[in-house]
């Protein structure tokens, strides 16, 4: 389950605030939590998260990465940077990155490779828009089958460690953050599709679905098997609300 905090709180104090009461809800054996806060908060966010009782199925990750380790490309974050503060994960690909930042498909696979290449671990984002879906679900299968076909390239030859080393999340973008849900149904049959085009990966990817998950949905999305766990925008916002989808989580 991943808490994608996007471009919020908006001081440190929140921030921290937030980590606390996140780092509390307790954690079903099966549930592992991923919290992804912005860059700036990271550092003090992994000093806190070291320093906890228990960091069991709990992670750090970062919003973005970039390709290149070191150098001059001013304002940018290498995977092993990141990989020193403690953090294990990174989004890629999020279509708000690929909507406002111009993100092309070659870019989001550069950043796949490189994070996979260093150790982190990837959560890589795929979906329609709107204007696709509105022309059926095998147009959104085309769209999704692509965007993999260009994100996963040159990926086959890298040995994941885990079976978390490489997570997709099935984001359509018409729900992400519109309060508009996809059909559960559809959200399994993406997800088992998603997983036939990655077969060639081992071990097999896991699934997520993201797109205004909140605690009255989660159970509707996580029954089907294909939904490996869901990526939360702005419900992980709301430690209460977050606790009520682990908790649901848990007792899938
Ligand atoms: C997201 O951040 O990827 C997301 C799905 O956001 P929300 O849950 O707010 O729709």
Not at 63 to 92: C, H, N, V
Not at 204 to 217: A, C, E, F, I
Not at 218 to 242: C, H, P, Q, R, T
């Amino acid at each position: 389950m991943v808490a994608n905090w996007k471009e919020n709180p908006e001081t440190e104090a929140e921030a921290l605030g937030l980590f606390r009461k996140l780092a509390k809800i307790p954690r079903n054996r099966n549930t592992e939590i991923v919290i992804c806060p912005p860059f700036v908060y990271l550092e003090k966010i992994a000093e806190e998260f070291k320093n906890l009782e228990s960091r069991a199925r709990l992670a750090l990750g970062g919003q973005d990465i970039f390709w290149e380790k070191t150098g001059a490309f001013t304002g940018e974050i290498g995977p092993t940077m990141l990989r020193s503060l403690g953090a294990a994960y990174a989004i890629i690909g999020h279509s708000e990155r690929r909507k406002f930042l111009r993100e092309t498909d070659e870019m989001v696979n550069k950043k796949v490779v490189a994070s996979l290449e260093a150790g982190l671990k990837v959560i890589l984002c795929v979906g329609e828009p709107l204007a696709i879906r509105r022309q059926g679900f095998t147009a959104a299968k085309k769209f999704v089958r692509r965007q993999l076909a260009e994100d996963l390239r040159r990926t086959s030859h890298i040995k994941f460690q885990t079976s978390s080393s490489l997570v997709i999340a099935y984001e359509p973008i018409w729900a992400i953050g519109t309060g508009k849900n996809c059909p559960p149904f559809d959200a399994a049959r993406m997800a088992a599709f998603i997983k036939l085009q990655a077969r060639h990966l081992k071990p097999p990817v896991r699934v997520l679905y993201g797109g205004s998950v909140n605690s009255k949905n989660i159970a509707d999305y996580l029954k089907n098997k294909e939904i490996g766990g869901a990526l939360v925008g702005g419900a992980s916002l709301n430690a209460a609300e977050f606790g009520r989808i682990i908790k649901a989580a848990g007792s899938r």
